[in-house]
């Protein structure tokens, strides 16, 4: 399978712990792209990369959220002192430097009890 | 305003019927816009591009009306496996997603 894929699937943690996902983006893709999703809402953007470098951070993301992708491959996303607002789904999407068309990965829904 | 503004629904049609959605969006310097489906705690899966002036897949027809700044979505002879959420989104420097409208096709 070529497609986005991210780790957990699934989440479950206690208010104050922090968690770090995972996204491995669709292995020709250059741009990889962090979003949140809830209940009834569209994929809100919370960051995105071109290659390493970020370029974009939602205004929206606390200084409790960071992500990376140091080889440019792979990518994390990482919630410091989570809290229970932080229950969400999070998406992963990875697209080509000739085509806007994004590929979402399957999402880690997060569950901050 | 919201950057992108959907009607949630939801679209309660018959199979065999025509539906269409409209979305709206706020900035004139968009170029690239999209259509996705996302069933029911699955992620978005792209459905269609739409540049310039539009385009057609099969049953799916996506249509760019830039002078009003929306997109719209029509679908003939919808099927119940029609049935989802159809999210609209644009890219300028980020993407920004509607919230989507939720579409039943009843047999």
């Known amino acids: 399978d070529t497609g986005v894929s991210q780790n957990p699937r699934h989440k479950i943690t206690k208010r104050g712990q922090n968690v770090t996902f995972r996204c491995d983006p669709i292995?020709?893709?250059?741009?990889l792209y962090w979003y949140r999703q809830t209940l009834g809402q569209g994929p809100e953007f919370l960051t995105y990369?071109?290659?390493?470098?970020?370029?974009?951070k939602s205004r929206l993301l606390s200084d409790r959220f960071s992500a990376e992708r140091p080889k440019g491959s792979f990518s994390t996303l990482e919630i410091q002192r989570t809290e229970q607002g932080d229950s969400a789904m999070y998406l992963c999407?990875?697209?080509?430097?000739?085509?806007?068309?994004?590929?979402f990965g399957p999402g880690t829904r997060l569950t901050v009890t | 305003r919201k950057e992108v503004e959907q009607d949630p629904g939801p679209f309660n049609v018959p199979e065999g019927a025509t539906v269409a959605f409209n979305c709206t969006y706020s900035?004139?310097?968009?170029?690239?816009f999209f259509w996705y489906r996302q069933d029911c705690r699955k992620e978005p899966k792209l459905l269609m591009s739409?540049?310039?002036s539009g385009n057609e897949d099969g049953r799916f027809t996506a249509q760019l009306n830039r002078a009003s700044q929306y997109i719209s979505l029509l679908i003939r002879d919808s099927k119940l496996s029609d049935s989802a959420t159809y999210l609209c989104?644009?890219?300028?420097?980020?993407?920004?997603f509607g919230s989507g409208t939720k579409l039943n096709v009843k047999p």
């Open positions: 900035n004139s310097a968009s170029q690239s």
């Open positions: 292995s020709e893709h250059n741009r």
């Open positions: 990369f071109q290659n390493e470098a970020q370029l974009e």
């Open positions: 999407a990875s697209d080509s430097k000739d085509s806007y068309e994004q590929y």
């Open positions: 989104a644009y890219n300028f420097n980020k993407f920004y």
């Open positions: 739409v540049y310039s």
